[in-house]
């Protein structure tokens, strides 16, 4: 018997393990798979769930990384990073877990590549949601508040996304500035007399809360930023700035707020700061 078990193991060991989801092992004999990433992990027995759903969507533009999220019946015993999803022999690691009430629970794996997307919808049974440009067509302009500014002085400038194509394009405005002093939506870069300039404050942010305006062709999307959150302007000079607006943009016709392309809103503008004795008297 023990002679027998020995065989079975080895065999398991040899042979490709079959696509599907996987408890992880800490047992030295156990198979071993590798990620995109080169990490390995050990495969226990196999887990077989009742699903209820499983969104595959696509994490980018390019449509090479995705994101599978397992939504099953409410069980309290589904922890993080316990699962490993095996798609032609590659391992996807789970990725954190979650639950709505004691209704659903829910298991996320990053899958890379979208061949194993393709062979992972194919195994589930679920579509495969790529991301495609949804057409827009966008006249984008950054203008400083005034003309000229004094040293010290609030220096804001309003960003305009004018929709200059035939269809209506939606976008995520938030959620890009919790834990931040200032919003990290925006990106921006200065020069003075040639020498980039300092930014003076950091880029990290850990979420908020965002709204999700629609842009009708014609119409005109308007905000407001102060620009002393990014340099301290304390030299007087021309600043040449290039700053750009990150844009999550969403279906329309769709509730659900699935990201179907990221761009960036950008141009370039120029910002006058003058010493206080410089300035025309009023």
């Known amino acids: 018997m023990d002679a027998l078990l020995l065989t079975a193991s080895l065999l398991l060991a040899a042979d490709p393990p079959a696509d599907g989801f996987y408890r ?24 077989e769930f009742q699903i209820l ?9 390019e449509n090479s990384r995705f994101w599978l ?8 015993t ?14 996807c690691p789970q990725s954190g ?13 990053p899958i890379a590549g979208a061949e194993n997307a393709e062979r992972a919808a194919v195994l589930l049974n679920t579509p495969l949601l790529r991301r495609r440009h949804p057409g827009h067509h966008l006249l984008v302009t950054f203008t400083p508040n005034k003309k000229a500014y004094q040293v010290g002085e609030s220096v804001k ?14 976008f995520q405005k938030g959620g890009h500035y919790r834990g931040a002093a200032r919003d990290n939506q925006y990106t921006f870069a200065a020069y003075l007399n040639g020498a980039q300039v300092e930014d003076v404050g950091r880029n990290g942010n850990t979420g908020g809360i965002s709204v999700s305006p629609t842009i009708q062709p014609g119409e005109t999307f308007e905000d407001t930023v102060a620009l002393n959150k990014w340099f301290a ?15 999550s943009f969403y279906d329309p016709d769709e509730a659900s707020h699935r ?12 910002v006058r700061v003058e010493d206080a004795q410089d300035a025309p008297a009023k």
Do not use: C
Not at 69 to 76: A, F, M, S
Not at 259 to 270: G, M
């Open 97 to 109: 877990s979650g639950s709505s009430g004691k209704e659903i629970s829910s298991l996320h794996f």
């Open 69 to 76: 999220t397992l939504r099953v019946p409410y069980d309290e």
């Open 157 to 170: 400038a309003t960003l305009r996304i004018k929709n200059v194509g035939d269809t209506p394009f939606t």
């Open 78 to 91: 589904i922890g993080t990073m316990h699962s490993v999803l095996v798609v032609d022999g590659q391992a």
């Open 24 to 47: 992880q092992s800490t047992n030295d004999g156990a198979p071993v798979v590798q990620s995109a990433d080169g990490r390995t992990f050990k495969l226990g027995e196999r887990r």
């Open 53 to 61: 759903g499983s969104p595959l969507r696509s994490e980018n533009n």
């Open 259 to 270: 990201t179907v392309w990221e761009d960036y809103a950008s141009a370039a503008f120029t």
């Open 233 to 247: 302007f304390d030299e007087p000079g021309g600043y040449a700035i290039h700053g750009a607006y990150l844009m």
